[in-house]
């Protein structure tokens, strides 16, 4: 793993508008959250099971700006009022749509990880929400 991997801003840009682009592909784009362990990486095939599906805005992300082209933040994002399964969360994946192309993977948690929930401990009926979520790349 690289430690002083950086990109240009202008790289940056055009790297997080790819990634939103792709997110938009289809109805809206959804976060299905995950128990057990997290997959090696997005191309692995899926592990655990399905706790939550939240659906997103239809535009998924809003734009980078040339003062913050690294960091792209999600819009809207309605929780899932009906969890799926009781467990606890691990990891998250964006999809496309419901049943679509997986576009990213990363760990959950309540506190410094890639998606922050209002929990982890998922109850099946419990209500589901993100409270904050953003992909940055490193610039400089």
Not at 8 to 25: G, K, P, R
Not at 30 to 42: C, F, H, K, L, R
Not at 116 to 131: D, M, Y
């Amino acid at each position: 793993m690289a430690l002083a991997f950086f990109v240009t801003n202008a790289v940056a840009q055009s790297m997080q508008a790819a990634l939103a682009t792709a997110t938009d592909v289809g109805t809206a784009a959804v976060i299905n959250i995950y128990d057990g362990s997290m997959p090696a990486t997005a191309d692995a095939a899926i592990t655990g099971n399905v706790l939550a599906q939240l659906t997103c805005a239809t535009t998924m992300f809003t734009a980078t700006t040339a003062a913050n082209p690294s960091v792209l933040t999600a819009g809207a994002i309605s929780s899932d009022t009906s969890a799926d399964s009781t467990g606890t969360a691990s990891h998250f994946r964006i999809l496309t749509q419901s049943g679509g192309t997986v576009i990213a993977q990363g760990s959950v948690g309540t506190a410094t990880c890639d998606l922050i929930l209002n929990t982890v401990a998922v109850t099946s009926g419990s209500t589901v929400a993100i409270t904050a979520a953003t992909i940055s790349l490193p610039t400089g």
